[in-house]
């Protein structure tokens, strides 16, 4: 692992640049470090590291930085349904240490792609948990992380209970993603 993750590393200092990182502290507010490298490059990287392992996306994700934490959830995203109880623990110990919106919603979209029909009801139990929160951004993961099912029906009175519990919510990024799952209920009709 170590040497994945210095050669990941050696890769985005290279490919970093200071007028990237001033827009990504902009557009995704947060304490965490930002090397200023662009979407394109991080597919590559991850494209290159996907037949990584569990460890490889957790020792990036306890990087810190945003880049290391966007790629670990990528090659999760490929991996996890390899062993998706393995995922939904490691997703569960993720979602606390979440603090902006960028890994949110990257966590709570990609990581759990590849099992969303085959683990509908331990995602939706985890939703339920994560909804009640003190933490914002697990609150906003709870929705999140349920965003695909808005396209089934049959999952819609699940949802709607998620967000009736939120939707009077007052942290800025819970209000957006109440709006978010309602805006997709009504393209639905």
Not at 108 to 121: A, E, K
Not at 157 to 173: F, H
Request: net charge positive; proline share 2%.
């Amino acid at each position: 692992m170590k040497k994945q993750l210095t050669e990941i590393r050696r890769a985005l200092k290279a490919n970093s640049s200071e007028n990237n990182r001033e827009f990504f502290e902009k557009v995704v507010p947060g304490k965490q470090k930002i090397y200023g490298v662009k979407t394109p490059v991080l597919n590559e990287l991850a494209k290159k590291y996907k037949t990584g392992s569990f460890e490889l996306a957790e020792e990036l994700w306890e990087s810190g930085a945003l880049e290391e934490k966007i790629i670990a959830i990528k090659i999760l995203e490929k991996i996890g349904k390899s062993d998706p109880d393995k995922l939904l623990r490691l997703f569960k110990g993720l979602s606390k240490e979440i603090d902006n919106w960028a890994v949110c919603d990257g966590l709570g979209m990609q990581v759990l792609r590849s099992i969303v029909r085959t683990h509908q009801q331990q995602i939706f139990d985890l939703a339920k948990k994560l909804n009640h929160s003190k933490d914002p951004w697990q609150r906003r993961l709870s929705l999140v992380m349920v965003e695909w099912y808005t396209r089934q029906t049959e999952a819609h009175d699940e949802i709607k209970k998620l967000v009736r519990n939120l939707e009077n919510d007052q942290e800025y990024y819970v209000k957006k993603a109440v709006v978010w799952i309602e805006r997709n209920f009504k393209k639905g009709k």
